[in-house]
């Protein structure tokens, strides 16, 4: 069985995995090689945001903390439908896993809460600035991308072989050129204070916020004035301090991307690591994952 992309090779539906407002997200299997992928369509009369969406996604290079994408296929060109082939992400979305633990009231373990921040973080650095966590430096000439929708139902898992699943950044159906900003596309409720007043301020300050609502989400389940909350204490101080940092009201008063990298990942990487030494698999019960934890 294949475990590549093969353009030639035909792909059936496996199952329907849902869809947000603008789109719909189906598994697709390869009748050769078995590879899954998964193909995303257009819901409403027209094809803007995935159209947008490719067309980010294509200009982007290839980067292990954002979906990757294949191919895309217009399948109606006056009015912009079409199709996109997209990676398949085995473990599913956060919000699946975040569902889990608020139904049994359990609390999420902090070494998780640190995982997604480190590599959530790593994934915005890489659209705000070009950095690339592995080559240690940033891609020449980089124009800072904006997503703009970051929330758990866009942020994907995939397992690689270690003891929590990779954090992956989907959905770029609202996502732009930091110079092409122009309209609002945060889900509301995930609006950040500035896109919130008469005159919107839309800048990479947006995604930070994302950042620490997501992670505030992790922590309370709770999204309704997410920025006003305690941070329970039973998470580690300098994660909750991280978090406050991201929900900063004035949006000058929060870290870029760059400085969540430098100065937070490493810190939360290490409490992260300690867990894992103390448990192979982080505290995180069998059950949190929704399509099952893989044997090793």
Known sequence: MSAYWDDSDQYFRVKKLGGGGEGRAVPHQGRRSGFLVVVKDTISSHGTYL?????????????????????????????????????YCDVGDLQ????????????I???????????????????????????????????????????????????????YPDVVLADFGCACREREAVELAVTPGWRPPELRRKHP??????????????????ATYHLAEISHRDFPRTY???????????????????????QLVRKYVPRLRFQRDEAFERHPWGSMPAWAWPNGRPVC
Not at 96 to 107: G, H, M, P, Y
Not at 205 to 218: K, R
């Open 51 to 87: 159209a947008n969406e490719a067309r980010m996604l294509r200009e982007l290079p290839k980067y292990d903390r954002i979906i990757r994408t294949f191919a895309y296929y217009r399948t109606a060109p006056t009015t912009g439908k079409g199709q996109l082939f997209l990676e």
């Open 96 to 107: 699946s896993v975040i569902s889990r633990f608020a139904r049994t009231r359990d609390r």
């Open 201 to 218: 301020v839309i800048c990479r300050q947006n995604d930070i916020w994302s950042i620490g609502a997501v992670i505030q989400y992790l």
């Open 236 to 258: 580690h101080p300098q994660l909750a301090r991280a978090a406050e940092l991201c929900l900063a009201n004035d949006y000058t008063g929060r870290p870029s991307s760059m």
């Open 109 to 163: 373990p902090s070494a998780f809460i640190n995982h997604v921040f480190i590599q959530l973080s790593e994934a915005v650095a890489f659209l705000h600035t070009g950095w690339d966590r592995q080559r240690r430096t940033h891609y020449d000439h980089w124009t800072a991308l904006l997503h703009r929708d970051i929330k758990p139902m866009n942020i994907l898992l995939r397992w690689s072989g270690t003891a």
